[in-house]
């Protein structure tokens, strides 16, 4: 029986892709923060460990606890928050915590895995990037910077071990249907000072209605299904892609990426 070890396994993509992949006869190692969360994937069969991504102290403990349960054949990197608001109104220990949860921890977990994975002779890892991986959006800065260094960083570490037998895999998602938006709430409330903001009345018309007064789906989101059959060709195929591309804006993005001028993305991105 194959395992793998997948992280932010509470709700969205997460979860799916841990039910998904024991549904395939995979070991799952699953990860979450609340108590209940973990009881709840317990109960649904999982080994789950609870992980901090910002504690360094939760890292070290999550994988120590997880090479417990015999070898591990694939570290899904999917846990992540959201800090919305606008760049200007961003302090520095608000970007500083994103950072240290969507970046610092996600690297931190990667590297106690690595050594396992030469030991054995195989390993893959795959990160969870984002169309916002690919292209920056109106309130979203803090999310894009931490989507960005993840990609940066994915792809010097697949070259780098590319003299090695791990395999280093992007998944690009977005839309998909997640309490992302939600969650992100008590983190803007947090670090967001809006009514003091030039751009209190853009919050007002923008930012909080999206935040505070969902109106259902975005277009083309899909739900957290399509991700995870992505993820097992990542985790499946013998030569799995570089990247895989998760809805038809991501694609639509990476194309306009290579093809359009810089003025013409940020017309893109206004508009989204």
């Avoid at 919305?84 to 977990?109: K, Q, S, Y």
């Avoid at 967001?192 to 007064?213: C, F, G, K, T």
Wanted: proline fraction near 7%; charge should be positive; glycine fraction near 6%.
């Amino acid at each position: 029986m194959r395992t793998v070890l997948i992280t932010g396994c509470s709700s969205g993509i997460g979860l799916d892709a841990a039910l998904h992949m024991q549904a395939r006869g995979w070991k799952v190692i699953a990860t979450c923060r609340a108590p209940a969360d973990i009881a709840a994937r317990q109960a649904e069969g999982m080994i789950c460990l609870p992980l901090e991504l910002a504690d360094p102290d939760s890292t070290a403990r999550c994988a120590e606890a997880a090479l417990t349960h015999g070898p591990i054949d694939a570290l899904v990197n999917n846990a992540a928050f959201a800090l919305p608001g606008a760049v200007e109104d961003l302090p520095r220990e608000g970007l500083r915590a994103i950072f240290e949860a969507n970046l610092f921890g996600t690297h931190d977990l990667t590297r106690r895995l690595i050594p396992h994975f030469r030991t054995r002779g195989a390993g893959r890892i795959v990160n969870i990037s984002s169309i916002l991986g690919l292209v920056g959006v109106p309130w979203r800065g803090a999310y894009v910077a931490t989507k960005f260094a993840l990609e940066g960083l994915t792809d010097v570490l697949r070259i780098e071990m590319a003299d090695t037998p791990v395999k280093v895999v992007l998944i690009e998602p977005g839309p998909i249907t997640s309490r992302i938006r939600a969650n992100s709430i008590p983190h803007f409330k947090r670090w967001i000072d809006w009514q003091s903001s030039a751009r209190a009345e853009q919050y007002r018309a923008s930012l909080l209605r999206r935040l505070y007064e969902p109106s259902g789906p975005d277009r083309f989101e899909l739900l957290p299904a399509a991700v995870s059959e992505k993820l097992v060709h990542a985790l499946e195929s013998p030569n799995p892609r570089v990247r895989y591309a998760v809805t038809q804006p991501t694609r639509m993005v990476a194309v306009g990426r290579r093809l359009l001028p810089t003025r013409a993305l940020d017309w893109f991105a206004r508009r989204s």
